[in-house]
């Protein structure tokens, strides 16, 4: 990959916001004057199925697709999406993993096994995995949809621009089209930021 | 109101390859555009309908699309036509003899190829219309230059009076990249239609003069190709080999070889063979990345150039980075390290129906009837094929289901006796392209049980509107087509005609066992909305009294992702026969309480919590 380029990948399942929070990571990058390139495959994605944003920004941005082995963040909203994902983050990147288990109904009936310990799995694997219960805390400030902002909280550290822009873009966004939401949504961030911090062992 | 639309002039935006196409069409005095939904284009049409100033409009099909631009165009309209690549099969029709005519106000038609089958049923090179009718195809790779090769692809179509395709991929539509917007609109004003029979009227004596004009034309934009600046040539310091590309795998290509000459076709064809001779004087080998088919590869060997292309690289499928540097390294015969890192194995997971989805009721019947070849059609019913209901046969086009169904009663084997013939298709396929199935199986006395799934919007794409859901592109009302009417009037006799709430599903079962018993045509039409659209009502959430539930698993046969196992528990009978039993319960947060489930349960386990009158009332629907 080129000099310079973040590459974040954002996973999840269809009607997570994992696109929106891609999209929140994007035009952050953009205000912050990167050439920036988001992807994702949507379509059947809406029906349960699996969803993954690639956002990469840099000095200049070519292809808009992150490689296996070339994320430097994966921010996993569910954990065994977390895990799927994993052979695509760089042997020195970072997870952010919501510890949400989501059972498709192929495993609810018994056809195929969720993974017993996913946080286990993704810590062993050496790199380093920050895992919290980001559902837990949305319901605590009172509003499950949170849980976009708290993820983005809680990657805020890791991005090559100060946590507060990200912060700040976010709560401005909802300022102008949502302000009732705008301090439950910056308390969110902050709940998250604190809860990054948390590292997975195995 | 969305920022693009706001747009000003010189400002930055990071935009899809279809919202970029929807400003550009708007700056370029579009007044007529049309298109059906399909993935990856529909936001195409959904943007521009954002435009006040442009006549947008969801046509019932792809050709009726192109042929509504086409009318526009004549009239001296600037006019576009949007639509998937399967789209373009349909669509066909129309522009195959429209290029031979030629148009008047810039005609551009744009064409998303779903490479990588995200969510098509087959793979298609739509750059082969441009071979095969007649006309020029721009390629942009990202939305930047979609948004400039809109703008050079009507002045190209007034200049040429050729209609144009503007070739996108699924990694142009829906990639967001930076587009700097030029400016305002400008208008284009239409002189009006200018009576030429010679020239419009397509019979043998008018078209035949037509064909010369229309080969000089070829030629003329071959010129054009040779010295446009939409052709590229990129140098590189590492000159083993050089690559000819066009579209997002040029991007790939950057990103992977940086130092590798390249010549970028944004204007692929006809293709401009002398600067393609140049370029590959000034490398060592010649490759081309090109996806899906080897068109430009075939074109160029023709040409009497060595060329590598797809003998290294696949056939289908887009060529990524990952895909591209081991081909690459292997044919200059340097070592290739793979990521050590094996992905892990993790569950599928499918697409499902939604909870509370009007499909669930009659894929449920449909599961629960012996003896029946199902014959299915392109939607989110689709998914019908799969688990737990295994209750669709096929698929492969738009519309198929009715036409294909009537062949399968007519060419019975042997083995297909005793069975039912059943074809399933909603509410915007129909429209789209079935009911002439309909009209030619009464014509032609099939017997074929038809389930018509009108669950009030174009589901799979999103949820958009069609001449039965009784609002247009742009959410206003619209006259809503009456589907009873629609099917009498084809001829199904009215006893024949049965309207149904899919979420009764006793009711339900019963009538797709007697439809299918009869001797004659039916239609059975449900009447629920998508729950994902802002018709379906939400109601409070069911929940399973764990000591009343028996374990039966009727529940989790239905299929909604609301409803999982809770607990399987294996008991053995006094007739020493062992027995797995499957206890559910049900996700509060994804039910929506559309009390299909309940139906299913004997023992009455599943209740809402302190429900209130309001909540135990069943709304129906009324159809019309």
Redesign the interface.
Known sequence: ??EGVTNILVVG??GQGVMTAA?ML??TA?SQGY????????????????VSSHVRFGPK?????I???EADLLIGFEV??S??W??YLR?TGVAMVNTLRI?????????????ADPIG?LAA?GIEVHAFDAGAIAEQLGN?KLVNTIMLGAISEHLPFPADVLKTNIVDGFRAYKPKLADVNAKAFDAGREAGHIKAVS | MNAVVQAQAESRH?LSGNEAVARAAWEAGVRVAAAYPG??ATEILENIALYPDIHSEWSVNEKVAVEVAIGASLAGSRALAAMKHVGMNVASDAFMTQSLAGVVGGLVIVVAD?V?L??SQNEQDSRYWGRFGHMPVLEPA?SQEAYEMVKRAFALSEAYETPVILRMT??VC?????VTVEGDRIEHRAAGFQKNPQRWVMTPANAKPRLPVMHERDQQLRTLSETSDLNIAFSGSDRRVGFITSG?AF??I???F?NAPVLKLGFSHPAPLDQIRTFAAEVDTLVVVEETEPLLETEIRAAGLAVRGKDILPRFG?L???VL?PAIKALLGEPYEV??????K?????????ASCPHLGPYFALSHIRNLNIIGDIG?YT?GAG??WNALDTCISMGASLSMAHGMDKGRGESDEKKSIVAVIGDSTFLHMGMQGLLNMIYNRGNVTVLLLDNRSVG?T?GQENPGTGQDLHGLPAPRLDFAKLVEALGVRPERIRMVDPYQLPVMVKLVREETKMEEPSVIITNRPCS?TDRFEHLKPYTVIDDKCTGCGNC?DL?C?AI??AR?ETVTAKSGKSKELVFASIDS?ACTGCHMCVETCAPDAIIQPQPTIKDRVIRIQPHA
Do not use: W
């Open positions: 990959m080129l399942i269809g999209e994007a035009r953009l050439d920036v390139k988001k992807t994702e495959v949507a379509g059947m994605a809406q029906r349960g199925g699996v941005v070519y292809s808009p697709q490689d296996p082995g065994a999406e895990l799927r994993l052979s042997p059972a498709p109904p192929v495993v609810s009936v018994g056809l195929y096994d969720y993974p799995e694997t499950l | 990071l993935t990856p779903d990588g995200s969510s990202d699924t990694r829906h990639v967001k990249a930076m997002p991007m790939h950057r990103e992977t940086p887009e990524a980075p990952s540097r990521a050590t890192r094996a992905p892990s993790v569950f599928p997971r499918p697409p499902t129906m939604c989110c998914l688990h737990p799979m999103g994902l989790i299929g992702p999982s196992v399987r947060n």
